[in-house]
T-cell receptor, first 116, second 115 residues
């Protein structure tokens, strides 16, 4: 069975600090990888995704993530966070291949608090 | 354009009552997913629709949970004889096509509280 693990449950940073949120997944086959963000009072929205190709993917608002296949990891990074990045971040995967429905398996989420 | 909408936004019900949660996907999206977000369990998949059929119901936690989709559009998630552990935010998502390569767009959710 697939599973996703996010190492940090609650992260507190000051503005302009660098961010890295860890994500590891467990699955024997090929996966697509996603980071979703949920800002306070808003719905889940896609930050970035990796399907294939360049393992370093760039998303919205200056976020990027790197897929390291050998480590089953897809860590999220941002060089300089802003107060507006305060949100909950979810890593997710779905299994590729015929018969797969696209259902997402999510990590537990990381709450990021950025202090002004 | 309109996104995924869900109603009601909040629902408080007494234990043992039945509830219906509604999802209106983005027009033209053939795939529809229900997820549940709860404190203890995080975000969990419940059920997947392709058109009006549900080829993957593997996430429904018990036979008190059911869902249907009509006209390839609106979906209703029904919980019978609600229990306190059903309290959660129920999220609906839709995507343009079936399978893994389509982005899922999420609705705002319905917050269900069972008292």
């Amino acid at each position: 069975a697939q599973s996703v693990s996010q190492h940090n449950h609650h992260v507190i940073l000051s503005e302009a600090a660098s961010l890295e949120l860890g994500c590891n997944y467990s699955y024997g086959g090929t996966v697509n990888l996603f980071w979703y963000v949920q800002y306070p009072g808003q719905h889940l929205q896609l930050l970035l995704k990796y399907f294939s190709g360049d393992p370093l993917v760039k998303g919205i608002k200056g976020f990027e993530a790197e897929f390291i296949k050998s480590k089953f990891s897809f860590n999220l990074r941002k060089p300089s966070v802003q107060w507006s990045d305060t949100a909950e971040y979810f890593c997710a995967v779905n299994a590729r291949g015929s018969g797969n429905t696209g259902k997402l398996i999510f990590g537990q989420g990381t709450t990021l608090q950025v202090k002004p | 354009g309109a996104g995924v909408s869900q109603s009601p936004s909040n629902k408080v019900t007494e234990k043992g009552k039945d509830v219906e949660l509604r999802c209106d996907p983005i027009s033209g999206h053939t795939a529809l997913y229900w997820y549940r977000q709860s404190l203890g369990q995080g975000l969990e998949f419940l059920i997947y629709f392709q058109g009006n059929s549900a080829p993957d119901k593997s996430g429904l936690p018990s036979d008190r949970f059911s869902a249907e989709r009509t006209g390839g559009s609106v979906s209703t998630l029904t919980i019978q004889r609600t229990q306190q552990e059903d309290s959660a935010v129920y999220l609906c998502a839709s995507s343009l096509g079936a399978g893994v390569s389509y982005e899922q767009y999420f609705g705002p959710g319905t917050r269900l509280t069972v008292t």
